[in-house]
């Protein structure tokens, strides 16, 4: 008798997918789009092809907001993604996830010989690996401080653990000089030994936009890191050689902070429900030495009275532990309340405020001290100039005076001795001036040469 199960068609190609799916989770796969076709779904439908061969795949339309470029028919690509069965045709096709245009392969190529190289020397090795603070203190980020993500690994970890400081350490994720960056950042903070915990944080991308991620001396310096440090770069999708070489790979950044930081009310709550339960096993413990201690005086008699004490004693010590773990929780609520309250103070909006303020109350000062210095320099100069008005020469000159200068070297005369007969002088008036010939020269005060 044939014991061979007998599959229906459906059967079959739900076994098939099932097969193709848990063999190749995810792969990655060169190409050229041919037949490529856009129906009204959004969805794009074409086939990739080589010289010997050719596979369907499908594009949906929620991934291709990924896309560099929009794809074409005759381009040479990479696609990543997934192989899957359409079980009412028992066709089966490439879920693409991520297309990697002209240059990828090449990329590709190197990703592969690099991770290769670098599992053989031991880079990857699990025993490798540093162990997780599990409530870190203090966490740098190595990221680009204007990119998404590194905005959703500070809202979670506020959001789970508000407690843990948190520092950016600026870099370039993309470029040439990202991963050098990168690593010296990564080398930098070591040297300090001032945090818990390091992050490698980035969004998603290409493969060309995380390939300083793919950087052999990035590698080696993660991998030399006394830090522990923390993969968090991509997609879920996306894996890059840091990813292999780092002590814990995150899927995304807001996955990181997630994986990271233990929720704070949760821990509350274990907490509370850990003081309950050593509560109830201590009443529970507690009621059963009380009716030991009851049969106990029973069997006694005259011992009652110290019974009955040790009873009221044991009862006060019950509700003292009590109060005890009451007030430890208190104290805990509100040590997370002044977290949160400093937390607040800190809040970049806040702080930006307060010096707004500051600045416009000094620009203030500053201008009313300004006119004042204005104000006083005007009125000194205005005396100063009324002192020099009284005191000079042109007003001397104007009444009536005059100054006597040798004609060829200009120099002023004062005493009649001075000249000589014959010497050429130009007298100076308070308007003009006047030249003329010595004919005598006289030293009585108050008479004056004769002139020319």
């Known amino acids: 008798m044939d014991r061979q199960h007998i599959y229906t068609v459906s059967e079959l190609n739900g076994a098939i997918r099932n097969l193709l799916e848990n063999r190749f989770p995810f792969l990655s796969v060169s190409g050229e789009i041919s037949n490529l076709r856009r129906p009204y779904s959004g969805h794009l439908y074409f086939t990739l092809k080589d010289d010997q061969g050719r596979i369907k795949a499908v594009l949906f339309k929620m991934q291709q907001r990924y896309l560099k470029q929009p794809p074409a028919d005759g381009q040479s690509v990479i696609c990543r993604g997934r192989i899957s069965v359409y079980e009412p045709r028992g066709d089966y096709q490439l879920i693409v996830d991520q297309i990697d245009f002209h240059g990828a392969g090449n990329l590709q190529l190197a990703f592969e010989q690099l991770k290769k190289k670098l599992d053989g020397e031991g880079l990857f090795a699990r025993e490798a690996k540093k162990n997780l603070p599990a409530v870190p203190r203090h966490i740098t980020l190595i990221t680009s401080p204007k990119g998404a993500a590194v905005h959703d690994f500070i809202r979670i970890a506020a959001r ?73 770069i991509g997609h879920e999708i996306d894996f890059t050689i840091a990813d292999f070489v780092s002590d814990l790979r995150a899927p995304t950044p807001s996955a990181a902070a997630e994986l990271l930081l233990p929720d704070a009310r949760a821990l509350l709550d274990t907490v509370r429900n850990l003081r309950n339960r050593l509560i109830r096993l201590l009443q529970d413990r507690l009621n059963r030495l009380a009716d030991r201690l009851a049969l106990q005086q029973q069997k006694l008699g005259d011992f009652s009275a110290p019974l009955a004490n040790l009873l009221l004693k044991v009862d006060q010590e019950s509700m003292l532990l009590s109060r005890n773990m009451e007030n430890i929780l208190q104290s805990r609520r509100q040590r997370i309340s002044a977290i949160e309250l400093r937390l607040e103070r800190q809040n970049p909006d806040t702080r930006l405020q307060l010096s707004i303020s500051r600045l416009t109350s000094m620009r203030k000062r500053l201008v009313r001290s300004a006119h004042h210095c204005i104000i006083a320099n005007e009125q000194l100069l205005e005396q100063q100039k009324s002192l020099l008005e009284a005191i000079s020469p042109h007003a001397t000159l104007a009444r009536g005076y005059a100054i006597v200068r040798e004609k060829n070297t200009l120099k002023v005369v004062t005493d009649s001795s001075e000249v000589n007969p014959g010497d050429q002088a130009e007298i100076l008036l308070h308007r003009g001036r006047i030249e003329v010939t010595v004919d005598s020269c006289s030293r009585e005060p108050g008479k004056q040469a004769r002139q020319g």
């Open 160 to 232: 789970r653990f508000p407690g843990t400081r948190l520092a950016v350490y600026p870099v370039a994720v993309q470029g040439d000089q990202a991963a050098a960056e990168i690593a010296g950042a990564i080398r930098q903070v070591n040297s300090r030994l001032d945090t818990d915990i390091i992050v490698l944080c980035r969004g998603g991308g290409s493969i060309e936009d995380l390939q300083p991620f793919n950087d052999e001396q990035l590698a080696r310096a993660v991998y030399a890191s006394k830090i522990p440090v923390v993969s968090a």
